[in-house]
């Protein structure tokens, strides 16, 4: 996909949606991207879109789970969805992540990565990071070994083995480990930490491979109240640095991190904007907030 057919889209998607918007490029102009060289490993954010989705389709059974989803993100961009159970929040994370192939429709990485040509498995390794609901850290790990453990994924077992951390690796699982709140708890096995704990382990595996998107769902789902109030003030940390995209259900943590806000209804968007314009749209008080 061109670049301009990449603003075009997110404009027609800003109109349907109706809200502004607001193309946001590091380079100050459409214009340089063009001639510009990809380099490897580097995703092309010049037409100010890390993620973009247009027109995705996806039926399971005959049943359309995604409908004609379109929406994008901007680089740096902390993004909460939401929306009634069954609406496809999960799905489109699993198109996203190559999980589950669309019918029909365009997902973009940037503005030269088609996430529709790769593999679950390469659309990891381009940069993009999903943290599923449950924590699934090794137990009888302890968490610096979980974080360690995160570098060497791809591997192998005898690698694996002869694998030692370089110095910038150290100085970065450092400044991680920090970030996640668990200074104090580098040495505990992460069986014994409790539940926001190892969500924030988990994030902090994720976050060794340095992925340039995130993928949360629910990710303060059976936290504490305390524990909540932490993931807030780590997602605000993380916004900037890498762009998010949050599923949730609890409204109290979304306006704590939120900026805009995607409704998502019947496979498709519904509303767009900051939470309290969506808390005040009627369509979205009929679908999922109730009266
Ligand atoms: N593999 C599948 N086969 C058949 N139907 C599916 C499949 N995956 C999802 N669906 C259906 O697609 C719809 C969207 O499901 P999805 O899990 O994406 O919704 P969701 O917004 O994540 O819901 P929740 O908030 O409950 O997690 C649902 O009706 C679901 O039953």
């Given at each position: 996909m061109t670049p301009d057919l990449?603003?075009?889209?997110?404009?027609?998607?800003?109109?349907?949606?109706?809200?502004?918007?607001?193309?946001?490029?590091?380079?100050?102009?459409?214009?340089?991207?063009?001639g510009r060289h990809a380099t490897p490993g580097e995703v092309d954010v010049t037409h100010g879109r890390i993620l973009y989705l247009e027109d995705v389709c996806v039926s399971f059974d005959g049943f359309k789970a995604i409908n004609k989803l379109s929406l994008?993100?901007?680089?740096?961009?902390?993004?909460?969805i939401i929306g009634p159970n069954g609406a496809g929040k999960t799905t489109m994370m699993d198109i996203?992540?190559?999980?589950?192939?669309?019918?029909?429709?365009?997902?973009?990485?940037?503005?030269?990565?088609?996430?529709?040509?790769?593999?679950?498995?390469?659309?990891?390794?381009?940069?993009i990071?999903?943290?599923?609901?449950?924590?699934?850290?090794?137990?009888q790990l302890t968490?610096?070994?979980?974080?360690?453990?995160?570098?060497?994924?791809?591997?192998?077992?005898?690698?694996?083995?002869?694998?030692?951390?370089d110095s910038a690796q150290s100085d970065r699982l450092a400044e991680i480990i920090e970030t996640i709140h668990l200074a104090d708890s580098v040495s505990r096995t992460a069986g014994n930490l409790s539940h926001g704990q190892k969500q924030w382990l988990e994030i902090g595996m994720l976050l060794m491979q340095d992925p340039k998107?995130?993928?949360l769902d629910e990710p303060v789902a059976g936290m504490t109240d305390e524990e909540t109030a932490r993931t807030a003030e780590l997602f605000l940390t993380l916004k900037g640095?890498?762009?998010?995209?949050?599923?949730e259900h609890d409204m109290s943590f979304i306006r704590?991190?939120?900026?805009?806000?995607?409704v998502l209804c019947d496979g498709s968007v519904l509303a767009q904007g900051t939470l309290d314009e969506v808390q005040a749209d009627e369509r979205v008080i009929e679908v999922y907030l109730g009266r």
């Open positions: 990449m603003e075009a889209g997110a404009q027609r998607a800003a109109k349907a949606a109706g809200y502004a918007y607001t193309p946001e490029t590091e380079s100050g102009g459409r214009a340089a991207g063009f994008d993100i901007a680089p740096g961009e902390l993004r909460c996203i992540t190559g999980k589950t192939r669309p019918d029909s429709g365009t997902v973009f990485f940037g503005s030269t990565i088609d996430l529709l040509r790769h593999k679950e498995a390469d659309i990891a390794q381009l940069g990071g999903r943290k599923f609901q449950k924590p699934t850290v090794f137990e968490v610096f070994e979980n974080l360690e453990l995160a570098l060497k994924t791809d591997k192998g077992v005898k690698r694996s083995m002869l694998f030692k951390l998107l995130l993928l640095k890498h762009s998010l995209m949050v599923v704590t991190i939120s900026e805009i806000v995607t």
